[in-house]
């Protein structure tokens, strides 16, 4: 069973940063494709990057392209993202989750998700 846990969150002006971990315990992370998702209130899970098991394929939406990197450091168990000019609309809690497939927007195909880091910024 993989336990993540999500940090790094935290409140930022708009046009900052801030670099969110998945750290993975229990199992090894290299055996997953991790993606990222966020929730605001009152709206629906949003998917916003996903990154495969050996980093060399990623998928980012056009609402985060180009101001999201997804990267991964397999031998410290964790799973980066790296969020540049971020917006009041980025505000939500983020979420990551590791399945067997790379899945990307696919919620439903995640086997393992953390219980999430908040994020938000002033604007």
């Known amino acids: 069973q993989v336990q993540l846990v999500e940090s790094g969150g935290g409140l930022v002006q708009a046009g900052g940063s801030l670099r969110l971990s998945c750290a993975a315990s229990?199992?090894?992370?290299?055996?997953?494709?991790v993606g990222w998702f966020r929730q605001a209130p009152g709206k629906e899970r949003e998917f916003v990057s996903v990154i495969g098991w050996d980093g060399g394929m990623t998928t980012n939406p056009p609402s985060v392209k180009g101001r999201f990197t997804i990267s991964r450091d397999n031998a410290k168990n964790t799973v980066f993202l790296q969020m540049n000019s971020l917006k009041p609309e980025d505000t939500a809690v983020y979420y990551c989750?590791?399945?067997?497939?790379?899945?990307?927007?696919?919620?439903?195909?995640?086997?393992?998700w953390g219980q999430g880091t908040q994020v938000t910024v002033s604007s």
């Open positions: 229990g199992g090894t992370l290299s055996n997953y494709a």
């Open positions: 989750a590791a399945g067997s497939y790379y899945s990307g927007s696919d919620s439903a195909r995640y086997d393992y």
